[in-house]
């Protein structure tokens, strides 16, 4: 992918009801502010402005939220009554997300489940940020689960550096670059969490993608897997030497996996996904008991949040 313009916005599925649109890294999906010459919103706006709606405040239905430095895909719904049902498949966590990402070192285990707690941290200079349970100036930490499956080992310039499947079961907000940085793989290129390093030697972007995207909803299934821009065609310093798990197989096995039905025995809202399988995966956890209202609470809170990005 070539750096953002207005002119260069990439849909991968259309509906009467809804785009997925393959976000650039370094750019924010919306702003008031005057000195954002570049957003998602502006790119719709340029591309598609009979579709922008007078009634909403940027002009379009955002159905989730990726990091400013996040690229890939980003579900938008056309109208009122497809934001609902989207709306829904989320509170249900009915949907399915997976992630690409470079990560700092070799993972030696192939496949494994993070399950450190996240909350906001309230440490001067950090406050924008957030750290895991147990960090001094933590608040409010909950529950947060992240699949991760290597695909390849290689080097980053020359940097030993793993390629991974990332796949949020929770949705706190810098999940997976915290969970990753926490494990001691931090995300290539992240300012925010990852080793620091003189600003020279950083990369032209942080390298985390949001791959895979399916949204079950009532009428339809948003469904949508945008290309990997992790490869050596398109970044000469990414020089993979060891497959461990090939990514079309993984993708094969989003694409086949049901979709969680809470009415049916599935995951309840504000439970997790169904994660990957895999061999020596452990059996599932027992069922969960019904959620209590201030659990349907913090779900309903985690829907409305907006990633808080610092100032790189």
Request: net charge negative; charged share 20%.
């Amino acid at each position: 992918m070539e750096p953002g313009s207005v002119e260069n916005l990439c849909v991968v599925y259309r509906s009467r009801d809804f785009l997925v649109v393959n976000k650039h890294w370094d750019v924010r999906i919306d702003s008031k502010s005057w000195w954002e010459t570049l957003t998602l919103q502006k790119q719709l706006r340029h591309r598609f402005p009979e579709l922008a709606d007078p009634d909403t405040c940027y002009g379009f239905r955002f159905c989730h939220q990726l990091d400013f430095s996040t690229s890939g895909a980003l579900c938008v719904a056309l109208n009122k009554a497809a934001a609902g049902s989207a709306y829904r498949c989320f509170k249900d966590r009915r949907v399915t997300k997976a992630y690409l990402a470079l990560v700092r070192g070799h993972v030696q285990e192939s496949r494994m489940t993070i399950s450190y707690a996240i909350g906001k941290n309230s440490t001067e200079g950090r406050t924008h940020t957030m750290c895991i349970e147990g960090t001094q100036g933590c608040e409010n930490p909950k529950p947060s689960l992240t699949e991760l499956v290597v695909l390849e080992h290689g080097l980053y310039a020359g940097d030993p550096v793993s390629k991974v499947l990332l796949q949020p079961l929770t949705g706190r907000t810098h999940q997976l670059r915290v969970h990753c940085s926490t494990l001691g793989h931090p995300i290539v290129g992240d300012q925010t969490y990852g080793q620091a390093s003189n600003q020279e030697d950083q990369p032209f972007r942080m390298m985390l993608h949001a791959f895979y995207l399916r949204i079950p909803t009532c009428t339809e299934c948003v469904e949508a897997c945008t290309p990997d821009p992790f490869v050596p065609t398109l970044d000469a310093c990414w020089s993979p030497h060891t497959l461990v798990q090939p990514l079309d197989e993984l993708v094969q096995v989003l694409r086949a996996a049901p979709d969680p039905d809470p009415t049916e025995g599935g995951p309840r809202p504000c439970s997790p996904s169904t994660p990957l399988p895999g061999p020596g995966r452990p059996p599932p956890p027992p069922a969960k008991l019904p959620e209590t209202e201030a659990q349907r609470a913090s779900c309903l809170k985690w829907l409305s949040e907006w990633t808080l990005e610092p100032d790189n």
